[in-house]
């Protein structure tokens, strides 16, 4: 990882479009402005962990309902 020290107004430029700007620094938050073209995708980091999180549980079903799903075609392929 770089790392880098910079002020309030003061830019880091990420490749050949994009523009971090550092906006405010209040305690031990940090605003940042963001320039970048429509197409590349800017988010917050927790958001993206979270939903990582959440999609893995959702294309993970519990113990639960496996056994019910089983006992549901066990019982439609006796009948």
Known sequence: MLVLSRRI???VVVGD????TILEVRGDVVRVGIEAPRDVKVHRA??????????KEAASPTEDIVASLRAAME???RS
Do not use: M, V
């Open 46 to 55: 927790e958001l993206l962990a979270e939903l990582e999180q959440t999609n």
């Open 9 to 11: 107004g003061e830019s």
């Open 17 to 20: 479009n994009i523009a971090i």
């Open 75 to 77: 019982k439609r392929h």
